[in-house]
């Protein structure tokens, strides 16, 4: 697995707890300017012998290509079989087995695993670790076609190791290596939690708008963008506020099927967990002698029914994604096709001017 992280010191040791228990062999990570104790937790595993540590110090965020680097290293310097690229707050679900039974079952002739992303609401702050009380997440069937919302369907993709792969940007896509997708299935879910805290989200946000306002950073996204602008003119508490779910929201929610219940997490790192449960800051050890500590139950027909559903709603986010951006790119190729036509008529009235003269 690749990881890269900054100041995500309240998620990164369950996170890399979890995964070394889910069946990842080893974690590449890379720490961006961490001063909230992330890169001691990580040097922790290093000191292990399951975790390789880069740190970039700049104040530039060029996460695909570092991405990119540490997906080539697994594969150059560490015989990875396959590659996980996740960010800090992505748990790697796998739906039965663990997750090198479900990345073992992808025919050879495949390379590219997809992975459906579950988004967690941020709920009110109680003083309890995030995973006991964010047991919320949007279900997929929610009208959500907003690209600026943080909730909007989606999918990551795990890839076999390659030398030459290329990592597009947020991990949702390889756009070099030769590996072709096995379309229609989604064998891992990621369970996603953005919005753990008002601290750490404004954190976040305030991390973001810096790198990609450096030279030589690519803007932010839709998404990226409207929490930005929220920060940036002081009102981010206004910001997290609309996106933290009340009970009488949660119970509409859940009524509606907008919402779902979803415990998992909250069990699996109960397993981990090396401390005592009352404590707000937990603290997590993946489990040793090879044995994965965790359990992941085959889903149910009716279970396997449900996520079918689920993803034919993705499967239409997608359809709608890819209408957008051929949209964006006509109208992209009509202004450059209407900035030539108007050079050309230029140079054309110039040169019949010079022979008239």
Excluded: C
């Amino acid at each position: 697995m690749t990881l890269l992280a900054r100041d995500e010191a309240d998620v990164v040791g369950a996170h890399v707890a979890f995964h070394l228990a889910a069946g990842v062999d080893f974690v590449i990570a890379t720490d961006h300017r961490s001063e909230d104790g992330t890169t001691e937790i990580l040097e922790e595993y290093e000191r292990l012998g399951r975790l390789h540590l880069i740190r970039e110090p700049g104040e530039e965020l060029r996460q695909r290509d570092w991405v990119t680097r540490m997906a080539r290293l697994a594969a150059k310097e560490y015989d990875a079989d396959w590659v996980i690229n996740s960010d800090a707050d992505e748990f790697w679900w796998p739906r039965g087995g663990d997750l090198k039974e479900v990345l073992r079952a992808v025919p050879a002739r495949y390379g590219i695993a997809q992975a459906f992303v579950r988004n967690f609401v941020p709920r009110v702050e109680d003083g309890r670790f995030f995973a006991d009380r964010m047991v919320y997440r949007i279900s997929p069937q929610a009208p959500l076609n907003d690209p600026a919302s943080p909730w909007r369907p989606t999918s990551k993709v795990a890839h076999r190791a390659d030398p030459d792969v290329r990592v597009a940007r947020g991990n949702h896509a390889i756009v070099a290596g030769d590996l072709q997708p096995l379309r229609g299935w989604h064998p891992i879910e990621v369970l996603h939690f953005p919005m753990r805290s008002l601290e750490q989200y404004g954190r976040k946000a305030r991390h973001q708008s810096k790198a990609f306002a450096a030279p030589g950073s690519r803007p932010g996204t839709a998404y990226h963008a409207k929490a930005n602008a929220f920060y940036a003119e002081g009102k981010g508490d206004e910001y997290f506020a609309s996106m933290a779910v009340a009970d009488d929201e949660l119970d509409h929610g859940l009524r509606a099927g907008t919402l779902v219940q979803d415990t998992r997490l909250r069990e699996a790192l109960a397993v981990l967990r090396t401390d005592s449960e009352r404590d707000a800051e937990p603290t997590f050890w993946p489990a040793s002698s090879g044995a994965s500590g965790l359990e992941f139950p085959k889903p149910s027909v009716i279970e396997d029914v449900l996520y079918a559903v689920d993803a034919a709603v993705l499967g239409e986010a997608d359809v709608q994604r890819a209408q957008r951006r051929l949209d964006e790119l006509e109208a992209r190729i009509a202004r450059v096709e209407g900035r030539s036509a108007i050079g050309i008529s230029r140079r054309f009235a110039r040169r019949l001017t010079s022979m008239r003269h």
